[in-house]
Each structure stands twice: as structure tokens, then as C-alpha cells.
């Protein structure tokens, strides 16, 4: 088993940055594909952006690109998403996912993923 637990959500405003972490325990071996989602009230999970292999190759929403940085320390067993110029349509609970293995096509998809944290709120006003 996987436990994911995200931490660093806040309330901030438009423009503002954040860093959110996602800490891994247990059977790290089966977090090959990590990823983060966000989910606003009344909408569905959505994709923000994956890290596969490990940390060795990135993937992110195109709304997000250029602003949002997803990075992994497997030394300390610690997933990231460095969100910059944040807006306030990203408001939501951000969370964690880990799956092991790669499934090309359907990374962003969360019924592609096994694993998933309690997640973290963010509120970014205006």
C-alpha cells in the first residue's frame, strides 16, 4: 500500500505563488506515475500535471504551462507543484495521485491512478 499526504495549500491572491508537497510512505516501488488534480466545488477532477519515471519526464495541462512546476525528491520521498501567478479559477482542493506504472494516453485521467491523498485546499482570491 501507497499512503499520499498533501500539505502547503493556503489562501492567496491573484498572482500570488504557492508550493504544495505531497509525502509518500509505504510501498514507494508502486509510484512510478505520480500526478496532482485540483477539484473546484461542483465541478469534476481535473488534470493539472504528472511526473513519470520517477521524477524523469513532466507533463502538465495546457492551462497551466509556463506557471505550474511538478517536481519529485525521491530522497525524501516528496512529490511538488510549484504553482506561480496563480488565478483565482484555480480555487479548489489540489490532490495528490500515484499509480505504478505509465499509461500513455490516460495520464490524465484519475481512474488511471491507484493511489490518492486526503488533499489540500486552495483559495486564491482576487
Known amino acids: 500500500q501507497v499512503q499520499l499526504v498533501e500539505s502547503g495549500g493556503g489562501l492567496v491572491q491573484a498572482g500570488d505563488s504557492l508550493r504544495l508537497s505531497c509525502a509518500v510512505s509505504?510501498?514507494?516501488?508502486?509510484?512510478?506515475?505520480m500526478a496532482w488534480f485540483r477539484q473546484a466545488p461542483g465541478k469534476e477532477r481535473e488534470f493539472v500535471a504528472a511526473s513519470r519515471g520517477f521524477g524523469a519526464n513532466s507533463y502538465y495541462a495546457d492551462s497551466v504551462k509556463g506557471r505550474f512546476t511538478i517536481s519529485r525528491d525521491n530522497a525524501k520521498d516528496t512529490l511538488y507543484l510549484q504553482m506561480n501567478s496563480l488565478k483565482t479559477g484555480e480555487t479548489g482542493v489540489y490532490y495528490c495521485?500515484?499509480?505504478?506504472?505509465?499509461?500513455?494516453?490516460?495520464?490524465?485521467?484519475?481512474?488511471?491512478?491507484?493511489?490518492w491523498g486526503q488533499g489540500t485546499q486552495v483559495t486564491v482570491s482576487s
Open positions: 495521485a500515484a499509480c505504478p506504472r505509465w499509461n500513455s494516453g490516460r495520464y490524465s485521467e484519475p481512474r488511471s491512478y491507484d493511489y
Open positions: 509505504g510501498r514507494t516501488s508502486s509510484t512510478h506515475t
